[in-house]
């Protein structure tokens, strides 16, 4: 069956240029994450949808972060005006329900030059 | 204030042995706690997971073991397989917000034939 998928694998920017991230989750899962991992870092949560409710923006850096799911499916990160601290690779994962175990995409690792 | 530490950046065993991989938190709500491992340009699987009201939960070679009291998980491998060298990261969620997960830097196994 279908994992999660990320597009792109890799995206390089130019600084203050914008970004979207795209991530298919598992068909069905009504949970969908996003994270990101700075080198030698950990997963830092980002942002979480949760069906029709509102997600939770708390891990979002700045408001020049924001993130959509259409249709309780597709999700797009989108990043304006790139820095290069914005540089990393970007997770997103699914689960059945939130908390549940997440399944996770392969990432975009972006690069801000 | 990192709420979920793990301080072993690395760790080397050899193959057969056994392998611990220690995990500490702060936030004495989290009440979910799993453990994922992660090869090199994939994204995160998920292993195993404990809720707060066990103190043990096994699954083949993989057993985690929670100590609530010390605010303390570790994941026990058993035989260690040299496919198991990979990145572990233990992560906590509570029940109150139960999408949002926190996740420790990782921890890299090694394990040697």
């Known amino acids: 069956g279908a994992g999660v998928s990320q597009s792109p694998s890799n995206k390089v920017t130019e600084k203050g240029k914008d970004v979207e991230l795209r991530c298919d989750p598992i068909?069905?899962?009504?949970?969908l994450y996003w994270y990101r991992q700075s080198l030698g870092q950990g997963l830092e949560f980002l942002i979480y949808f949760q069906g029709n409710s509102a997600p939770d923006k708390s891990g979002l850096p700045s408001d020049r972060f924001s993130a959509e799911r259409t249709g309780g499916s597709v999700s797009t990160l989108t990043i304006q005006r790139t820095q290069q601290e914005d540089s990393a690779v970007y997770l997103c994962?699914?689960?059945?329900?939130?908390?549940?175990?997440?399944?996770f995409g392969p990432g975009t690792r972006l690069t801000v030059t | 204030d990192q709420q979920v530490k793990q301080n072993s950046p690395s760790l080397s065993v050899q193959e057969g042995r056994i392998s611990i991989l220690n995990c500490d938190y702060t936030?004495?709500?989290?009440?979910?706690f799993l453990w994922y491992k992660k090869y090199p340009a994939e994204g995160p699987t998920f292993l195993i997971s404990i809720s707060s009201i066990k103190d043990k939960n096994e699954d083949g070679r993989f057993t985690v073991f929670l100590n609530k009291s010390a605010k303390h998980l570790s994941l026990h491998i058993v035989p260690s397989q040299p496919g198991d060298s990979a990145v572990y990261f233990c992560a906590a969620s509570a029940i109150t917000n139960a999408g949002k997960s926190t996740f420790g830097d990782g921890t890299t196994l090694t394990v040697k034939p």
């Open positions: 936030n004495s709500m989290f009440d979910y």
């Open positions: 994962a699914s689960s059945f329900l939130a908390g549940g175990e997440q399944y």
């Open positions: 068909s069905g899962h009504t949970a």
